[in-house]
C-alpha cells in the first residue's frame, strides 16, 4: 500500500507565511500527479493546485497569487508555499497523487495536516 505524508501545518499569524511538505514513494513520483487541497468541516474539499511529475502546474485561480506549488522528483517530495496567510485559509491541507489509466484511476490521500491562521 502506497502512502503519501503531509507535514509543515500549524498556527500561523495572518499576514504570515508557511510551507507544507508531502512525501510519497519513488513509484508515485516516477509517475504520478501531485496536488494540494483543502477542505473546511462542513464543506467540500477544494483543489489548491496539482503538478505534473514533469513539473507542469495547474492553480485555482484564487489560490495561484499566494500559493506556490512545487516538488523535487529526486528528493520525492512536494511542497507548498503559503504567503499572506488569512484566517480563511484555515483547513486541513491535503496531499493527493492521482493517476489516469485509460479505464481507471488511482489515487491516494494523505492524512491531512492542520493549518489555522489566527492571532
Known amino acids: 500500500q502506497e502512502r503519501i505524508v503531509e507535514s509543515g501545518g500549524g498556527l500561523v499569524q495572518p499576514g504570515g507565511s508557511l510551507r507544507l511538505s508531502c512525501t510519497a514513494s519513488?513509484?508515485?513520483?516516477?509517475?504520478?500527479?501531485m496536488g494540494w487541497y483543502r477542505q473546511v468541516p462542513g464543506k467540500q474539499r477544494e483543489m489548491i493546485a496539482t503538478i505534473t511529475s514533469g513539473g507542469m502546474t495547474d492553480y485555482k485561480e484564487s489560490m495561484k497569487e499566494r500559493f506556490t506549488i512545487s516538488r523535487d522528483n529526486r528528493k520525492t517530495t512536494m511542497w507548498l508555499q503559503m504567503t499572506d496567510l488569512k484566517p480563511e485559509d484555515t483547513a486541513i491541507y491535503y496531499c493527493n497523487a492521482r493517476f489516469e489509466f485509460p479505464t481507471s484511476v488511482s489515487e491516494f490521500w494523505g492524512q491531512g495536516t492542520q493549518v489555522t491562521v489566527s492571532s
Open positions: 519513488p513509484t508515485i513520483f516516477r509517475t504520478y500527479q
